[in-house]
């Protein structure tokens, strides 16, 4: 069905990223991707008080996607992949 992860772990700041989210086609646009990102902010927010989400400056589907989980834009941020310099919007959905 898919994939997801914990990464960039801050004890200093308090937070950890959730990303590198995969999910089939066949899954798209259903309840699995929300459910899937509650279980992880629930567990995460039982230990940091922010999570973050990189995502991909073209990718809009995900973009939508963490707006609607109550994440607020805080960075715009570059990732190095295979040489080349991407753009990304950072997100951060603070621990209420």
């Known amino acids: 069905m898919g994939t997801t992860s914990f990464y960039d772990y801050n004890p200093e700041k308090s937070s950890v990223g959730i990303g590198y989210t995969f999910i089939t086609r066949k899954y798209w646009g259903g ?3 929300k459910s899937n ?3 992880l902010i629930d567990y995460a927010f039982q230990h940091v008080d922010s999570v973050l989400f990189h995502v991909g400056a073209e990718n809009f589907r995900s973009q939508k996607a ?3 989980l109550g ?3 805080i960075n715009d941020i570059m990732f190095n992949i295979n040489g080349v310099d991407v753009p990304y919007f950072e997100y951060e959905l ?3």
């Open 71 to 73: 994440a607020e834009k």
């Open 66 to 68: 963490v707006l609607k």
């Open 94 to 96: 603070r621990k209420s």
């Open 37 to 39: 990102k509650k279980l």
């Open 31 to 33: 309840p699995y991707n």
